[in-house]
């Protein structure tokens, strides 16, 4: 085989139906470079691996594939399915001898044949390496009913700094195409921060900007038994909320970017923090919360359940970072980044008219 340029990074578990779409939505793809696969089956009881060798034997020169053992019946919460996909993640990279990285969930698929080559056309053109990866929009796409819908709104195509990028804008990880640190010694991995789909970018940010494409080209199955579904909106507020800690521990310097990417996860955690089901669904957390020092968010689930000095304090602690955050953003959002958001609402404003 020769040296491959791109390596795509594909996690299973138990998507024997869509091991098919998603392998040939991959080798499909038009490059004019090698390209290599690695599959992690993360103990299916479904056929998946069966389905994955199969596809191993008819590709050997381009699919290579690995099984994380799990115990049988032995049953895995949210957070160790999320550990358990941290560990395959991890494992993917460090067999990857690609030049370039793209991760993918075994249930997603591409959607245009160019995708591979529009993002590495975009990356080796960058010789001073600025950015370290090129991402681009995708469609949610929806099992029961086949319909699609862009997960961003449309901006134009750009170049962002890693704090930009950060602050306001959100590519899935199945759309991006890193430069393969590991190549360079660094395991992004070593952090101890798990890794779920923002803080797999996090990871990569320190070491450079996201160029920006605004093509829809791939499909980000929804299926209802998902880890982001079967969370509470709750849940998945305080887990989003928690990234304003995990990135301490990537990077520094991304404390203000943090801050207001995560505002809207903040301001709907403060304006139920009297609910006392917020305090419920938080119990399975709050050990981890505390294992990353993120008091603020502790104080604002279990508000319900605080002694009548700690509530005050969580009443001007948030108001005062609240404050802060519109600072950080005003600073963050130089005119370019200001101009792509009013560039997209203006574009949405005169969707309906132009129907």
């Not at 899935?172 to 640190?181: D, G, I, K, V, W």
Request: hydrophobic share 35%; aromatic share 12%; charged share 25%.
């Amino acid at each position: 085989m020769n040296q491959p340029k791109v390596s795509i990074l594909i996690s299973f578990y138990n998507l024997a139906p869509y091991v098919d779409e998603t392998l040939q939505s991959v080798l499909d793809q038009q490059t004019d470079f090698p390209i290599e696969i690695l599959c992690a089956d993360d103990g299916s009881s479904d056929g998946t691996a069966e389905k994955l060798r199969a596809w191993c034997a008819r590709c050997p020169d381009t699919i290579r594939m690995f099984v994380m053992n799990r115990d049988p019946g032995v049953k895995v919460d949210n957070r160790g399915r999320i550990r358990r996909l941290n560990a395959i993640r991890g494992r993917l990279f460090r067999e990857a001898k690609g030049e370039y990285l793209c991760y993918l969930d075994g249930d997603d698929f591409y959607t245009d044949v160019h995708k591979l080559q529009k993002q590495a056309d975009i990356l080796d053109a960058d010789t001073a390496h600025t950015y370290v990866a090129c991402g681009h929009n995708g469609c949610y796409y929806w099992q029961s009913t086949g319909k699609t819908r862009p997960i961003e709104k449309t901006i134009r195509a750009c170049g962002l700094t890693a704090q930009e990028y950060w602050s306001f804008l959100y590519v899935h990880t199945n759309a991006l195409m890193f430069r393969n640190l590991g190549l360079q010694g660094i395991d992004p991995y070593a952090s101890g921060v798990t890794i779920d789909d923002n803080m797999l970018t996090a990871q990569f940010l320190p070491y450079g900007g996201i160029y920006y494409l605004p093509d829809c080209m791939f499909n980000y199955r929804q299926t209802e038994d998902s880890t982001f579904h079967l969370r509470s909106p709750y849940q998945n507020c305080m887990l989003n909320a928690l990234m304003v800690y995990e990135q301490k521990r990537v990077a520094k310097g991304f404390l203000g970017a943090s801050l207001v990417r995560t505002i809207y996860e903040y301001k709907q955690l403060y304006a139920h923090r009297k609910d006392p089901q917020l305090a419920q669904e938080a119990a399975i957390f709050i050990e981890h919360f505390r294992s990353f020092g993120a008091g603020r968010i502790c104080r604002l689930v279990n508000y319900s359940c605080e002694s009548l000095p700690l509530r005050l304090w969580c009443e001007v602690e948030n108001k005062f970072w609240f404050f802060m955050t519109k600072v950080f953003r005003h600073y963050i959002w130089k005119p370019k980044v200001r101009a792509l958001l009013e560039e997209a609402r203006d574009r949405l404003e005169q969707q309906p008219a132009a129907e």
